[in-house]
T-cell receptor, first 115, second 111 residues
């Protein structure tokens, strides 16, 4: 596709359930990032992928959060045993690589609501 | 740790007025700075990317300046229109990949 695609656009889940969020980056972009935007808060870095490997997972808030990327393309962010504080918009971005001066492009986000 | 601040948090102007949005950052060792626009309930749209070696970047009615030594960037939007109403975010890249974001300036352009 022409841009970064995220699915679903909205997800309502019950507390304690697991959820999977999907990101399809721009074709040819080797770098992929996940960010979280909570209501009234700024963007919080979660994880970065270069190809299929994740050299920086420092932003994942707890061990309930995990992410993988396969084929150097699609990435899935999984949240296990969801809690109400996980409610936020999850944004994915991609860029051509980890080169210093590459532009990052964001998807439309997945709005997660835990009830 | 890189701290990014955007002032003001909100701005309301009449249509036709020029907009000036400010972004400051604490660590001047950045690789680039990117300005984004976010409409309510939407993702981020990239507006301008300024490399660390550049002083400014222009696209249509938008002009962004960068003063690395003082840790500041300014986004100018000329002749504002109601369609410019959105939240504007600046982000700096210090490491090779991670972007650090400000909290944004929410702009309302009154018709």
């Amino acid at each position: 596709g022409a841009g970064v695609s995220q699915s679903p656009s909205n997800k309502v889940t019950e507390k304690g359930k697991d959820v999977e969020l999907r990101c399809d980056p721009i074709s040819g972009h080797t770098a992929l990032y996940w960010y979280r935007q909570s209501l009234g808060q700024g963007l919080e870095f979660l994880i970065y992928f270069q190809g299929n490997s994740a050299p920086d997972k420092s932003g994942l808030p707890s061990d309930r959060f995990s992410a993988e990327r396969t084929g150097g393309s699609v990435s899935t962010l999984t949240i296990q045993r969801t809690q109400q504080e996980d409610s936020a918009v999850y944004l994915c971005a991609s860029s051509l690589g980890a080169r210093k001066n590459t532009e990052a492009f964001f998807g439309q986000g997945t709005r997660l609501t835990v009830v | 740790k890189q701290e990014v601040t955007q002032i003001p948090a909100a701005l309301s102007v009449p249509e036709g007025e020029n907009l000036v949005l400010n972004c400051s950052f604490t660590d001047s060792a950045i690789y680039n700075l990117q300005w984004f626009r976010q409409d309510p309930g939407k993702g981020l749209t990239s507006l301008l990317l300024i490399q660390s070696s550049q002083r400014e970047q222009t696209s249509g009615r938008l002009n962004a300046s960068l003063d690395k030594s003082s840790g500041r960037s300014t986004l100018y939007i000329a002749a504002s229109q109601p369609g410019d109403s959105a939240t504007y975010l600046c982000a700096v890249r210090r490491d090779d990949y991670k972007l650090s974001f400000g909290a944004g300036t929410t702009v309302t352009v009154r018709a």
